[in-house]
């Protein structure tokens, strides 16, 4: 079975512009979650959804939103973007909503450069 | 909130010798623990994972941990390291109410030397 997958795999960007991260999960998983991981730091909790609704957010402006399709993909968009939203942009899926035992599965990422 | 300390940024051992990676954690409840790697460029691929029961937990690649919790600690072992297991590695705590994110540490970067 095919893992979590994302696209693009890299993306260069200038200040101000906009961006779209596309995310697919692991077939039969309903919950897709969005991290941001800065070089040289751990991943930072985005958004997570669950059955097409937001289930939790982190603390990231209201510039980053995302959405989740009937079969389970997920879009993250980020607006006017700055220097600082250069990272690596995570996707996990899950089966469910059971909490945290409900393991994680981590796509390969998005590699953003803003310049 | 929860939060997860890895004190060590970056670790260096020979090949073949045995390895412990430190991670504390913080939360107020019964911690949910794992440990995740990264190799360079790559997402994260989960070595083990805590939620209950005997608190010493086996994981893939030969790695285990010991959940301790009067210490809030869950440090990572491997008895003989092999050099593909040079990466980074990540704790993190998660919740079972809530908001169900994971929470990261700042990741032990390992190398190994031949």
């Known amino acids: 079975d095919a893992g979590v997958t994302q696209s693009p795999t890299h993306l260069i960007k200038t200040r101000g512009q906009q961006v779209t991260l596309r995310c697919s999960p692991i077939s039969g998983h309903k919950s897709v979650s969005w991290y941001q991981q800065v070089l040289g730091q751990g991943p930072q909790f985005i958004f997570q959804y669950y059955e097409k609704e937001e289930r939790g957010r982190g603390n990231f402006p209201d510039r980053f939103s995302a959405r989740q399709f009937p079969n389970y993909s997920s879009e993250l968009n980020v607006n006017a973007l700055l220097l600082g939203d250069s990272a690596l942009y995570l996707c996990?899926?899950?089966?469910?909503?059971?909490?945290?035992?409900?393991?994680?599965?981590f796509g390969p990422g998005t590699r953003l450069t803003v310049l | 909130a929860q939060s997860v300390t890895q004190p060590d940024i970056h670790i260096t051992v020979s090949e073949g010798a045995s390895l412990e990676l430190r991670c504390n954690y913080s939360?107020?409840?019964?911690?949910?623990l794992f440990w995740y790697v990264q190799s360079p460029g790559q997402g994260l691929q989960l070595l083990l994972k805590?939620?209950?029961?005997?608190?010493l937990v086996q994981g893939i690649k030969g790695f285990e941990a010991e959940f301790k919790r009067s210490q809030s600690s869950f440090n990572l072992r491997k008895p003989s390291v092999h050099w593909s297991d040079a990466a980074e590695y990540f704790c993190a705590v998660g919740a079972d109410t809530g908001r169900r994110a994971l929470t990261f540490g700042s990741g032990t970067r390992l190398q190994v030397q031949p």
């Open positions: 805590y939620f209950s029961g005997d608190t």
């Open positions: 996990a899926s899950s089966l469910g909503l059971a909490g945290a035992t409900d393991t994680q599965y």
């Open positions: 939360y107020g409840a019964t911690p949910y």
